[in-house]
């Protein structure tokens, strides 16, 4: 697989991880934002570390099947490694990350990475999704839907989480992340997100998830969220939930 010319966000939050599946232009651009912004791998270790505690309520409740959007590079303490016992699909619409997360999962049985679309769950191969998330529409599954919100707009994340709530079963349980504000105090790093990079205050995160009800715990920043021990000191960039799809 050759070298990619552009950087990849995924691929730059791998190198901040401590991964290997990353590219000299993916290094240059996280080396840029950070002079820009600070050192951003403890802020990306919290949001790595909601992940497996989100993953592991999931699975407390009996879920063994999950589908996760907008995967990135599947290691560092991905999906499949936090629920060893589930099958997982990976799903992205980058052909780069999606070729390299097809060769990190050539070997397994429980796990496999295919495009699709967050935006339309149409996109995505029937026989991938019957073989890794056998359970779809028709028991409790897990969805992963990390670092996708701040780069749609609010109609289309509410339209996106309506259609997930209808395809998904009852007592199915989204994870779902949130951008703050915090990078506004940093311009120069902020115009490295892009023009569809959207910030959102905190009161605009429930609103956003309709019909999907957040658990007891709340939507609060990730490094909050049913934490291991005292909460790293890290800025409060992203907050965090699970919530469930109830049985109307």
């Known amino acids: 697989m050759g070298e990619p010319d552009q950087p990849s966000t995924s691929r730059m939050i791998d190198y901040w991880l401590g991964g290997a599946d990353h590219f000299p232009v993916d290094v240059a651009a996280a080396t840029a934002f950070e002079q820009a912004y600070g050192p951003c ?3 990306f270790r919290e949001l790595r570390a ?3 505690r989100a993953v592991r309520a999931i699975a407390a409740q009996g879920v063994d099947g999950f589908l996760v959007f907008g995967a ?6 991905n999906v499949h490694e936090v629920a060893a016992e589930a099958t997982v699909l990976y799903t992205d619409v980058d052909p780069v990350t999606i070729r390299l997360g097809q060769r ?3 070997g397994s049985d429980r796990a496999g990475y295919g495009f699709g679309d967050a ?3 149409g996109t995505i191969d029937p026989a991938q999704l019957h073989r890794f998330v056998p359970g779809w529409g028709r028991r409790p599954v897990g969805v992963v839907f ?4 701040a780069f749609l707009d609010d109609d289309t994340v509410t339209r996106t989480f309506d259609e997930l709530y209808e395809a998904a079963a009852p007592g199915s349980l989204l994870a779902v992340d949130f951008d703050t504000e915090e990078l506004a105090a940093h311009p120069q790093a902020l115009a490295m997100m892009g023009p569809t990079f959207r910030m959102r205050p905190p009161s605009a995160f429930a609103p956003l998830l309709g019909r999907w009800a957040p658990t007891e715990d709340g939507i609060v920043p990730v490094g909050r969220w049913r934490p291991d021990g005292v909460p790293a000191e890290v800025p409060d960039a992203f907050y965090g939930a699970l919530a469930v ?3 109307e």
């Open 119 to 121: 935006t339309d769950i």
């Open 50 to 52: 909601f992940l497996g």
């Open 41 to 43: 791998a403890p802020v």
């Open 72 to 77: 990135g590079v599947p290691t560092m303490g």
């Open 245 to 247: 799809r109830g049985d």
């Open 146 to 149: 990390l670092g996708l919100a």
């Open 104 to 106: 990190i999962l050539a």
